[in-house]
């Protein structure tokens, strides 16, 4: 793949995670459970260091981290529905949409990965596939505590 088709492909995925941002941003004032209202703030500033991520993969393509998979997949982002986006949402489908688009993001990172042939950006793009799939870990556990509570 050349240098171009790389930068192009890395300027995409900074747009995504500006989008992830601002989502995750706009949710978390609208929220009025704190809890989640701090894990939603907490994403939106864990999109801009993916962000920052991908700048530092523009200017020093040969640096990279190595970011490991969560050890826990709950499989839940895979399972549930699509809700739409709206600002009448209930806190379960906003956490439910947000797993959907850390998978979504996940998966856009690991075909990203699978098309690279530079061995450095290729772990890049699997460090941010991880990254994204910690988040969607932490979406699943807060859509569990939330979505099946147990009545005694």
């Known amino acids: 793949m050349d240098k171009e088709?790389?930068?192009?492909?890395?300027?995409?995925?900074?747009e995504r995670?500006?989008?992830?941002?601002?989502?995750?941003?706009?949710?978390?004032?609208?929220?009025?459970?704190?809890s989640l209202k701090q894990l939603f703030t907490e994403l939106a500033n864990e999109e801009i260091g993916h962000k920052n991520f991908l700048l530092n993969i523009l200017e020093k393509p040969d640096a990279h981290v190595v970011i490991n998979a969560p050890k826990i997949d709950y499989k839940l982002a895979e399972q549930v529905e699509l809700p739409k986006l709206s600002m009448s949402m209930k806190p379960a489908e906003a956490i439910a949409l947000a797993m959907k688009k850390e998978l979504q993001a996940a998966e856009f990172y690991q075909e990203l990965a699978a098309n690279m042939s530079d061995e450095n950006l290729k772990a890049s793009a699997i460090s941010l596939a991880n990254m994204?799939?910690?988040h969607k870990?932490?979406?699943?556990?807060?859509?569990?505590?939330?979505?099946?509570?147990?009545?005694?």
């Open 5 to 14: 088709k790389i930068k192009e492909l890395i300027d995409i995925a900074i």
């Open 17 to 34: 995670e500006e989008e992830s941002y601002e989502f995750y941003s706009n949710v978390a004032t609208v929220l009025e459970n704190p």
């Open 132 to 134: 994204e799939l910690a």
């Open 137 to 152: 870990t932490k979406l699943e556990k807060a859509y569990v505590d939330i979505a099946y509570i147990e009545a005694f």
